[in-house]
Each structure stands twice: as C-alpha cells, then as structure tokens.
C-alpha cells in the first residue's frame, strides 16, 4: 500500500545512541492502582480547567471532575472509581517545580464506569460517516484528549483549522528521542486504533491524504500498521512513510519538512500551510474517544533507564504517582539520583518523585551516573560551529550563546532565538558542554517578561493620559459651570433690584435644608442596601461552604436587621420628599448632586460601564484568559450598581417635578453663594460623621482622626451660619 | 594676488553650497514634534510614581529632554538609567538615592478588603486608574493595571494597601541562566541546579 | 531528599573540547615531521620550546587571575597555540625570539582578553606579527636551508642548539638562507624566471623541503576535516582566492611568484588549514566562512606580492580577524520558517 513519497532532509540534526531495545522486550503492562490519584488541572498548554466536584464527592470511572476554561482548555476525567480526597495545591510535574492545583482521589478499587457511548450510538446515526466534524471536535474536546507527544496542546483546538484549507494529515510516529519506546509499542499493539483515528482525522479536516511517519529504527511498529491498512476494506489514503532515524526527526516542524518538504512559517502554525499533525497516541486515544466514548485518563508511559531493573511500557492511570510507577519497576535509587519526565534529550528532570503522571508523561528515564553522566562544568565556547551544523532550525546556536550570556537581548531576538525549539542537539554536541538551551530557555523567559513588561508599561501610560484628559476636562466643565453660575448670580442681581419687594428668604431655607436632609437619607439607604447586597452574599457563601455553617444564623439576623433599616430609612424619605414637595424649593438644583438629571446621568454612566463589562468579558471568555473569573464578579457588581442608580433615579423623579417647576418661577436670592457653602458645608459634616460612626462600628484606630476632622467641620459650619444669619439681617 | 582670489572665491562658493544644502535638508527633512522627548518617554518604566519629583513619567521625559538628570527613576532601575544613558549619549550614573531605591522584585497594591472604609483617597491617588471602588464601598486593585507605584499607601486613613510581590506562576517562570563553568569550580564541584526566576 | 534537577538535554556526545584540540595539535604532526626531515631539528625544538613556554605561561596568568589552573589547561588550547607558533618561527630563529613570541601570544593576546574562546584575534599569529616587526632581521634570515637547496648536510642537533641558544654566528650562516618567496620576490627584478628556478632554493618541483612540507600540513588538514573538526569552507575559499589572484595578476612569472610557489612555499597550507581555521577568531557562519578565507587569500597574495614582508599569513589572518563580527552579522544563515536572511547589524523588528 506505500506509495512512493519524495523524502525531504531537514538540516542539521544528530544520531545520538538511541537506548531503545532495553523497554520493547515485553509487551505494554496495565500498572496496578496506586493508592492515591493526583490530577493537576494543568495538564496541557492553555488555561487550567476549573474542578466542578468538591473534596467528599464520589466519582465515577471516566466522569468528568473539571471543565474547561475557555477556549485552549481541556476537561479532565476521573481516571478510575472513588472518592474525591482533596482539592489543593500540590507540587505538579514542570520544571519549575511549582505547586498547582490538584484534584486528589483516593479509588475505591471497584474501578466503575460511568455510561459511556460511541458518539453514533449518543447522536442515533447509523453510519459513523455521516456525523458532522463539528460534533466530531465537540467529542474530543469533551473526553480532554491534548497532544500526547508531549507538548500537550488541546486536540480540539488543533483540528480548529479555521478558514485553512488542509490537504495532508500528518500522524506522528517518529519518536526521535532515545530510550522512549511509548509510541513504537502503541504502534505496535493498537496499531488498528491509529488507524481509525486517523481516519477520523481524515473526516474531520477533509484532508486528501494521511502519512504516518515512522523512523526506519521501529520496523516491528511499521509492519503493524501495513497490516492494519491491508485490514482496512475500504479505500483510504493512508500511508506509512519510513523515514530515516535522525534527531530531532520527530519535532512537528521537522516531520512536516521531511514529509511534504514545506516549512511552517516563523510565527505560524502547521494549518497555514495546509497541514494537521498529530502525534500516533493522539489517534489511537480520538479511536477510543469517538467509538466507545472512553475519555482521555490514562496513557502509555515508559518506563526505562538502568536505575531500573524491570524497564518496558506501562498503561498508567493519569495521577499515578511517579514513585508509585517506579516501585513497580523495581527502581533503584542511585547516589545522585535523578528521574526524568520525557526523554533524555527534552524531556525535565523531576525535583522529586512524588509528582503524577499527566497527559503528556510519555516516558519516565531513571538513569545511572555512568549511563547518563551529568553535566562536567562548562568549559568556554570556541565558537567550533558544531552546534550550528547540528541546529534543526538552522540558527547560530553559538551567536545566540555569546547573546544570551551578555543579556543582550535585542541581538538574541534579531538571530531568531524565539525560531529555537530547544531540542538540545547544540548541547549535544557541544565540545565545552556548555548547557546552550538553559541559556535560551533563560534568554527567552527574560525577553518574554521584558516585552510583557513593555506592553505594561505602555498600558499605564494611555491609562495615566486618559487620566490626565479626564482631570483636565472636569477642570473646565467646572470652569464653565462658574462662569455660567457667575452669569446667572449676577443676572438675578440686576432682576432683584428691578424688583426687591419679590422676593421671600424663608421658603428658600426651607427647601435648602430639606434637599440635604434627603440626601443623607437617600445616602444611607444606599449604604444599607449595598450592606445588605454584600450581607446576602456572605450569607450564600456560609451556605455553600460546610466549615462557615454555624454562621449562617448570624447572617441571617443580620439580613433582617439591614432589611429593617432600609424599610425605616424609605419611609424616612418618602417622608421627606412630601416635605421637599411641600415646600416651595429656591435652590438651584445644579448643585445637588441628587437631581434626577444627575442621578439619570449616573444610571447611564453606569449602564455604559455594565456595558464595556460585558464586552470584556466576552472577549476574555473567547481568548480563554484567566481573567474571566475577575470579569465576571465584576460584572455581577456592576449589574447591581445599575439597579441601584435607577431605583435612586426612579425615586428621585417621582419626587422633584413639583420642586422644580416651583423653582423655575423664584428668582435667587442675593446670599445665594453663602447659601450654597452652607449646604456644602453640611454635607461635609455629614460625611464626616458618617465616615466617623463607621470607623466606630468597625473599631478602628482612626476614630480619633475623624472626631477632630468633623468637630473642626462642625465649626466652620457654624461659622458660616452666623455670616449668613449676619447677612440675611443686612 | 590672483590665487587667493581664487581660494576666497573657491571657498565663498562652497560655503553658500553647504549652506544652501543644510537649509533645504532642515526644510525637507523637519521632524515635527520633539521625537527625544517620546523616545526617552517610551524607555521610562510609565509606573507613573512621580518619584523623580516630576508628576509622572512624561513631564520626567520633557525635563531629562532639557537636560535634567536621568538618575532619578528608581522604578526603572539601572536598565533604565543605561538605557537612557545610551540614547542620549551620555555616561550612566548610579540611581540618586534621594528619589529613593530600586525595588528588588516588583509589587502591585493590595487591599485588605475587610478593613477598607471606601474613602476613595486611594482611588484619587492611583496615576492609572487601577483601583475599583465608589464611596463607602469597598475598594479592590485591578492587579493588572497596577504598575507598583506605592502612590496609593500613603494616603489610605486605614492603612489597609500592602504593596505585595508579584507572584511568580507557570506563565512568568523561566530558567535563569546557567552558573559558568569557571565560578561553579570556583564555588564547589557541584553543577548548577535548576532554579527559577520571577 | 530532592533530585538532581538539570535543564535538559540530559544526553551529551562525545565531543570534548580538550580532544579536539589535541587532535588539531596531532595534525600537525606530519608537518613537524617533514620539516625536521628537511630543515633539521630546530623546528621541533621551537615547537617544544614554543609549547612549553605557552603552557607555563598560560598557567602562571590563571593562577594570577585566580582561575582554576587544572581545568583550564586541561582543555589543551595553549598547547596548540605554541606548536603553531613553533611551527610557523625559523627553525633557527634564536630562542628568545620563540620565547617572546610565545608569551606574548598567551598573555596579551589570549589572557588579557579573558581567556579562551574571548580573544578576537589568533594568539599564535599576534605573537608571529610581534616578533616579526621587532626583529626582521632574525625572522627572515634563520630559516634552514634543505639539504637538497645547500647540497651539504642540514645542521646537526649540536648545531642547531647552538644557534638557537648560543647564537652562534657561524652555525646561522652556514644552514640558513631567505625563503623560496623571499629570494623569488627580490631577485626577479635581475634575472629571469627560468634562470631563477635553476637556482638552489628552488631546486625544480619537489626536491626543495618546502613542497613536501606543504603537502604534509594538507594531509593534516584534510585530516581535520575527515574528523569534522574544521569544515571545508575557509581552506578551499583562501586557497581559491589565492589561485585565482596569482593566475589573474601573476601569469607573468618573469615578474611575479608562479602560482605553485604561492601554494606550496611558505606557510601557505600551514595558515590554510591550521592558522585561518582557528574558530575563536575566524567567522562562523558558512557563507562568511567563504568570505572570510577568500578574504585571507587575497591579502596573502597582495602582501607577498606588493609589500614588504616575503610572507603574509600572520598579516593576512589578522586583518581578517577585525572583519569576522562583521561579517557573521551579514552572512546570518535563513533559519528555518523564515522567507529570508536577517542581515546587518540592526536590531528591533
């Protein structure tokens, strides 16, 4: 069934001593149950998915424990029957060593489904050709499947090709790096499994034809899937491609250049020049997905190196402790002991072997001292050029060194550093054993931080600009507001002495004192109900949490004692409203800051804001950014804020027609200006003496501040009383 | 006689040339703006802090452009001052300690929820508007618009803001770079060990 | 307990920095061994010396800048600079002239730049320009003559130790002469090339030592190569450039060197394969590996041809140096995914 295929070469590449035969003697073993399941929520590249059972939950075999987050995100499944132990922070295998979240199940031992079902049987097709590539992605986006290769990049984004057209599916069967033997054992035993999933594959991207690359290292591997292909009774346009064994043959890009001779642009993805790749263990677990509708928890691991006397190919459970894996391997621990997640080329070293085995642990390497010696210190770079004739990417590995050891990292950037793919073949063959792709890993990290820097930076100042607008056009409405309010004092100036005898001080008074006095009322019951809003949240979160149940009640009283104050405080100023009403109001309503123009404006503003957090929100729900959760309570804020501004404007129209066509008629007073610091002035003493009974209530040691700062208030009120009785005399 | 008749006249003529050509290229090639002032502004680390004694970085920018000092940004740090120094073409000096010193890790402001009396001082405070809140309501710190300027502590009457580090996560963990060979012989025998950097 | 955690790659091969250089010292060897046959002993006393003093020399400016001694020459590349050193002096040249050149060599033009791998220009041909602009006389006149240019026996191990070391006139005069470039350069002014070639120094195709010498440093070199320790393109490019300007400018042989007395006389292959090739100075991209050589070769040409000195590898190589930064900077190779070469020196998008 081989066609002939033109082969490519990529440039650069090395034969290191492959280490292969030593886990491909026995046949792939199921690993016995560990007594604890750790699965990270952060198995693959994107945003981490978002655990949707709690500690205490029973969970059965394949049901799903997290959801996705966003859009680059992946579910995760319960990889066998149990209990959930714990959800909590847990050392998860990266090379940083770094404590995430974790979902900790201790099994049950009975390993019990949950239904499950091939998507033909859930959608009731008869032919499995006839379901839609959409319902096909929606399946591999739901059983968690991501890159098993090792980088771990959600399947169902891959196979979202956008408006690509893709004409070669490419499955991925070289397993370049030594020792690793997950893929050629796989290929091997479920070589029919990849075969349907490629043809899956096939279905979903409607590509012309399918090549798995296999290097010439794994004949066993490729006899298997010739003979799945002759089994096939259909036509199909798979092929087999033996391709000759070379590191790093089996980099995506590399297999890409090898097959079809394109390169994926710089920058790029494989779909902008027509092509999905996928790694062999992918297609066998989107098999399973789709056909039987198994979810993505477990996976083939090796488990090799000569710290270990029983090397081969393990089924393991997601979550099975490392240590547990070696246990069973018969591990021996060495004086510098050291355990590596991958293989011996790209693959971490572990800090410590209590981590899990995630979605992408393709190969566990325990090596020996003497078989694997590590790094003697570094000797200087003599620019031998070794590393450039053995770089995949055709880069200057010894320019980018030179780079990124002086942190210059503008030069690193201009000789392509970002176009590295670490894959370790300048340090391989580096004469002075410098550790070239620590220094690039660093370069790039560095670089990286810069440029978010940077863009942070440029974000603060359109923000601090947009400030200084802001300020600088508030300065001049209020410029204007005081020339105008100027023009007006004195038009009513020459109004008064056109006719003196008009005007009346006392129903002005009344109206100046009753419009405060509503407003303090309309302040606290503001107050009271954003305490209330908050008193009920606090009180759903009792509810939902176990450990804060004894607090319910005390919430719950609290509630009704708020709900109380708000029923006292809305007939307080229904009361004063009549009042308002009643008395003919003089005062501009300009000033107040609870005319229903403003208190409209306030809605709409508000309205506006609930608006761009909707936007946002959106937006940062369709890049899958981890700010969603922030957006999102923000969002429920600001929704609450609306109501609240169009209750007040709501409560504030039904009350100020009458005051306002009242007013329209009066002229203003001569000690108008006095007047309006009078009201201001009061309204400071207000806020004062609120600001001063909270900090009483809350006990804080500011209360002293306060009291000071409102009786020195207090004072300048009564001070400008007196000026204004003075006045009014005069 | 003739012959230095012929050198003045040689060099009135090139002296109106040169002239002529240096007045059509100011002409032709005329920057609009004052470019320095924005290129030294894009180098400045925009936190906004006012701690060069300038109110934010811009006006800091106006001022280095007139020949202030470029050591007095102590967000920015050293790389900034060298970065300036290269710009401009003048020697780096150390950060002037009177403007206060370099943070050793960055930090964003966070506030203690619980005792926030909803003042809005900080609000007030904050350059770039990273801080959420309304009155007696409480107040919260956009953690990605904060830039770390310490603007927004002082003011607070509860003294409810920490400034805090930034958390280092998988998203901004990288290796640092290798120990040379020469300083880990140097030290001890062993190799380097894998580290991380924030 | 935690684990060792290294980055990755956790494999290394089995190139080593120290081999490699021992090896390139150990392709010199059929040189030396031509050149002892021919010119007597003085060469390998010059190389020893010369590797000696590098070695001490070296050791002393580590233990000054406080650097681990043991592991720094261990990586061997003193050594090559003094054999290369040995090689390229006199055989005769007087033992202070190799000294000098050598410390030289390692202090200021290796050390005091930082060491291995940092100094921007070859060590061995900063120390061969020292000497030979301080003390032309001795550098031009110590070179040994053949046993087939004299006709008489090439000096005797007694001798050639009492030149180099005693400075005995006598022995100098007898076993010396100028170099086959040197004596074509300034007598064909008065005679003709045919009548030249009929002289003792040239003595007709392979019967001089120097031909043979040639020879042996190209096997050496090609030996480099087999071992992938140097690549092709800096010795065919400089050996090209060279040919090509001999045949250009020099077809008239009654005024300007033979090409086959440019190729095979004098250091020609010597700095071809092991002098041009240092990587630490040299370019390193392939393309400006072409320019760089074809760079060597035209000085090398334009300074025996044209300038004062019989032979211009040193000057050659070292002008070459300066131009290398440059020249990698615009002879970036297209990485992979790329439409096209980043060139230049400009950084930014």
Known sequence: ?730 | MSSILIAVIVLAALALLFGALLGFAAVRFKVDGNPIVDQINDLLPQTQCGQCGYPGCKPYAEAIADGDKINKCPPGGESTIDALADLLGVEPEPLDAEHGAEKAVPTVAYIREDECIGCTKCIQACPVDAILGAAKQMHTVITDECTGCDLCVEPCPVDCIDMIPVATDRSNWYWEAPTAGVELIATDRRPATAGGHA | MALLTLSSPHAHGPNATSRIMLTVALATLPGLAVMTWFFGPGTLINVILAGLTAVVCEALVLKARKYPVGFFLKDNTALVTGVLLGLALPPLAPWWITVIATAFAIIFAKQIYGGMGNNPFNPAMIGYALVLVSFPVQMTTNWAVSFQMSGSEVAGLTDTLRAIFAGSADVADVYTGATPLDDYKHLISKETSDELLTRATFNGWLNGGWEWMNLAFLAGGVFLMLKRIITWHIPVSMLAALTLCSLVFGWDHDLYTPTWLHLFSGATMLGAFFIATDPVSASTTPKGKLIYGAGIGILLFVIRTWGAYPDAVAFAVLLMNFAAPFIDAYTQPRTYGHSKARRGLKTGK
């Open chain 1, 1 to 730: 069934m081989t066609h002939l295929i033109q082969l490519h070469e990529f440039d650069g590449g090395i034969h290191p001593p492959e280490n292969k035969h030593q886990s491909t003697g026995r046949a792939i073993r199921t690993a016995p149950l560990p007594d604890e399941l750790v699965l990270p929520l952060h198995q693959h590249i994107g945003a981490p998915s978002r655990p949707v059972v709690s500690a205490g939950d029973s969970v059965l075999k394949g049901q799903v424990i997290a959801e996705p987050h966003g859009f680059v995100s992946a579910p995760l499944h319960a990889p066998t029957s149990g209990v959930v132990a714990a959800i909590e922070d847990r050392q998860v295998p990266h090379a940083s060593g770094m404590s995430e979240l974790c979902i900790v199940i201790t099994p049950d031992g009975k390993d019990e489904w949950q239904p499950h079902q091939s998507l033909c049987a859930e959608l009731g097709v008869d032919d499995c050709d006839d379901i839609s590539a959409a319902d096909l992605v929606r399946r591999i986006r739901e059983c968690g499947i991501a890159g098993m290769g090792g980088a771990g990049f959600p399947t169902s984004v891959k196979l979202s090709v956008g408006d690509n057209r893709i004409d070669t599916l490419i499955l991925n069967g070289a397993e370049c790096e030594p020792y690793i033997t997950a893929d050629d054992m796989l290929m091997r035993e479920r070589a029919r499994d990849i075969v349907r999933g490629a043809q899956i594959l096939l279905q979903i991207t409607a590509a012309e034809r399918c090549l798995i690359g296999v290097e010439d290292n794994k004949p066993e591997a490729i006899a298997a899937l010739e003979d799945a292909l002759l089994a096939l009774h259909e036509e199909h346009h798979i092929d087999v491609v033996t391709i000759p064994t070379k590191y790093p043959s089996g980099g995506e890009k590399q297999l890409i250049q090898i097959l079809t001779g394109r390169e994926v642009p710089s920058g790029g993805i494989p779909a902008h020049i027509g092509i999905v790749c996928q790694n062999v263990g992918t297609a066998a677990a989107i098999a399973d997905a789709v056909d039987i509708g198994r979810p993505l928890i477990s996976r083939i691991t090796t488990v090799t190196g000569d710290a270990v006397s029983d090397k081969g190919n393990w089924d393991v459970l997601l979550g099975t402790p490392v240590s547990h894996l070696l246990a069973v391997s018969g591990y021996q621990p060495q004086k510098r002991e050291r355990v590596i997640m991958g293989g011996p080329m790209m693959g971490f070293a572990l800090p410590t072997t209590a981590l899990p085995v995630v979605k992408t642990t393709n190969c566990l390497l325990a090596p020996t001292e003497k078989e694997l010696p590590t790094n003697k210190p570094s000797m200087a770079c003599i620019r031998c050029g070794l590393c450039a004739q053995a770089c995949p990417a055709e880069l200057l590995p010894q320019q980018l060194y030179w780079f990124s050891k002086a942190e210059e990292f503008d030069k690193a950037e201009q000789h392509n550093i970002f176009d590295c793919i670490e894959c370790g073949a300048c340090s391989y063959v580096c004469p002075s054993e410098i550790p070239l792709v620590q220094y690039y890993r660093f370069a790039k990290g560095a670089i990286r931080e810069e440029q978010a820097a940077q863009e942070k930076a440029e974000q603060a100042r359109e923000r601090f600009e947009a400030r200084i607008a802001r300020q600088e056009r508030e300065q001049a409405e209020k410029e204007a507001k005081r020339k105008a309010r100027a023009a007006a004092a004195e038009a009513a100036q020459k109004a008064k002495k056109a006719a003196p005898a008009a005007a009346t001080d006392a129903p002005a008074k009344t109206a100046a004192t009753s419009s405060p006095e509503l407003e303090k009322l309309q302040k606290q019951l503001d107050g009271a109900q954003a305490a209330l809003t908050k008193t009920k949240e606090k009180l759903e979160a009792a509810k939902a949490d176990p450990a804060m149940a004894e607090k319910v009640p005390v919430f719950e009283a609290a509630l009704t004692k708020t709900q109380d104050k708000i029923k006292t405080l809305a007939k307080d100023i229904a009361a004063a409203k009549k009042a308002a009403k009643a008395a003919p109001a003089a005062a501009d309503d300009k000033g107040d800051p609870n005319s229903p123009e403003r208190l409209k404006k306030k809605w709409e503003m508000a309205q506006g804001r609930l608006d761009t957090a909707i936007k946002r929100l959106e937006q940062a729900e369709a890049e899958g950014s981890d700010k969603v959760e922030a957006l999102r309570d923000g969002l429920e804020k600001q929704k609450v804020r609306v109501e609240e501004a169009r209750q007040a404007w709501e409560a504030a129209t039904i009350g100020q027609p009458a005051a306002n066509a009242a007013a329209q008629g009066t002229p203003e007073p001569a000690n108008d200006d006095l007047k309006r610091k009078i009201l201001a002035q009061k309204d400071r003493v207000d806020k004062a003496r609120e600001r001063l009974s909270m900090a009483q209530a809350e006990g804080l040691d500011t209360v002293e501040a306060l009291t000071t700062a409102l009786s020195k208030q207090q004072d300048k009120l009564k001070q400008l009383e007196q000026q204004a009785d003075a006045a009014g005399e005069v």
